[in-house]
């Protein structure tokens, strides 16, 4: 069977008149993210909707090794590499990306934490705050215990292997504290992370997890017991699927 780089300019012809306006291949559609490109070399950022030819490359044996989301990603992307982005930034894409691909209503089991009902909740993405970087990089935060201030770079795409789990967040921290007090030497700075109080050393990992800001994804569920609890919706490889 032919792939589309042999068909004919007549065969494509076709193909596009088929499709019309729903050749997922031409719908970029700009996309405003939460650092508004302050901090990139590009000053916009597009999208596509993902195809059933980028799912088939993203599940495909050879590259189970890779991120599933980011891939999908890297392929409908315009403007920015995917390494180069700021989580905070890429977890919006995500949820933009089912939004324009597969339509904004998810689906979503819960388990009430109190009865142990199971029931399913319907979420429209479009309910979910966005809230903007108002704010410089990097990010000053007080260190009350000390009395000092640090300033922290939150982490990019190509730095989530550095904080896949507590113990590799810890050990890596100091590379995204880029000064205390005045101090950028790297070696110092991990030396002081060592003996940091603990209220402190949370106040920085609190900043890196940039919680604040991007996409909230947590809302309120309300179970038939009249228990209530704040739910998170899922960002999972099923997340991307039709409702």
């Not at 019309?20 to 990139?40: H, I, R």
């Not at 000053?43 to 090794?65: C, G, H, V, Y």
């Not at 909230?216 to 739910?231: A, L, P, R, S, W």
Request: with cysteine.
């Amino acid at each position: 069977m032919k792939n589309e780089a042999t068909l004919t300019p007549e065969q494509l012809e076709a193909v596009q008149a088929i499709l019309g306006s729903k050749n997922a291949d031409e719908e970029y559609v700009t996309v405003e993210v939460p650092t508004q490109c302050k901090w990139y070399q590009t000053k916009e950022i597009s999208m596509r909707p993902f195809t059933f030819k980028d799912e088939k490359a993203a599940l495909n044996p050879a590259n189970k090794n890779k991120n599933f989301l980011n891939f999908i990603l890297e392929r409908c992307l315009k403007g920015v590499d995917i390494d180069s982005l700021f989580l905070v930034d890429r977890n919006y894409l995500s949820y933009k990306l089912k939004e324009i691909s597969t339509g904004s209503q998810v689906t979503s089991e819960i388990t009430c934490a109190t009865c142990g009902r199971k029931g399913m909740l319907e979420i429209d993405l479009n309910i979910l705050n966005v809230n903007p970087l108002d704010i410089e990089l990097p990010l000053e935060v007080e260190l009350k215990a000390i009395e000092k201030s640090a300033k922290i770079m939150p982490p990019k795409v190509r730095d989530e292997d550095l904080m896949l789990n507590f113990e590799l967040i810890s050990q890596n921290v100091w590379r995204f504290v880029t000064e205390i007090d005045g101090i950028t030497d790297g070696s110092v700075i991990n030396a002081v992370l060592d003996k940091l109080p603990v209220q402190d050393m949370h106040t920085i990992l609190k900043a890196l997890g940039m919680s604040k800001y991007g996409i909230q994804n947590e809302i309120m569920y309300v179970c038939g017991c009249g228990e209530e609890q704040v739910v998170e919706v899922p960002l999972t490889e099923n997340f991307f699927g039709p409702n």
